[in-house]
């Protein structure tokens, strides 16, 4: 849903990845500094429970995933080795930001204020395991020449809701945002997968048998 908006964005980090081309910045170094600054937002400051300050220091890094893919567009530098680096790290970023969630119900401080932080450590290994469940639907149903691009809950939309709802919590002190967010992104995911297999079901039922 929220991949409309991914040319708007495209627009408004062109002139610094333009920049960046001009200064001889490679592609795959932006797709690396970012999913480590991601990564060390979520799982340093997550784990403290200091959310709305992980969620700053995440949205600083991630729009590196739009700028990466600009940046070898302009400049010629597209392979398959760039796609490949960029998938990967996208999972590496995913999983460390519900992993620092994960992280945080573990700790005394979410047993004491939430009292069933069991449950929402539950909700967090789910969210990332089918997150990830959905990302490698599309990449084998691409690898045998399909297509499952769509759902309810693409990485986009999982990523964009888990960050403003749990910055929001961190501001406001309402952790029950991020825990009805992972509740509806365990059940979106889940249900992402179902659409994606069937995607790819319909396709392989209409796609004629290889030559004996």
């Known amino acids: 849903m929220l991949e409309r908006f991914r040319q708007f964005w495209t627009n408004v980090w062109a002139p610094l990845a333009d920049l960046l081309l001009r200064l001889g910045v490679k592609p795959d170094h ?29 949205t600083a890094f991630v729009f590196s995933d739009i700028m ?29 930001v519900f992993g620092g969630l994960l992280l945080y119900y573990t700790t005394d401080d979410a047993e004491t204020a939430l009292g069933n932080a069991d449950l ?12 990830n469940l959905t990302s490698y639907a599309r990449a084998r149903a691409e690898s045998l020449g399909m297509t499952a691009k769509g759902g309810i809950a693409e990485r986009s939309d999982r990523l964009v809701s888990i960050l403003v709802m749990t910055g929001f919590n961190g501001l406001l002190d309402l952790p029950v945002l991020t825990e009805i967010t992972l509740w509806v992104l365990a059940f979106a995911s889940a249900i992402t997968i179902v659409q994606r297999m069937l995607m790819v079901h319909r396709q392989a039922v209409q796609k004629p048998p290889p030559p004996a």
């Open 30 to 58: 932006v797709t690396i500094v970012g999913t480590i600054g991601v990564s060390a937002g979520a799982l340093w400051f997550f784990p403290r429970g200091e959310f709305f300050v992980g969620v700053l220091v995440i």
């Open 120 to 131: 929402y450590l539950c909700l967090s290994l789910a969210c990332l395991v089918l997150g």
């Open 68 to 96: 990466d893919g600009y940046m070898a567009r302009k400049s010629g530098q597209t392979s398959s080795w760039g796609a490949f680096l960029d998938s990967t790290l996208d999972r590496v970023g995913d999983a460390a």
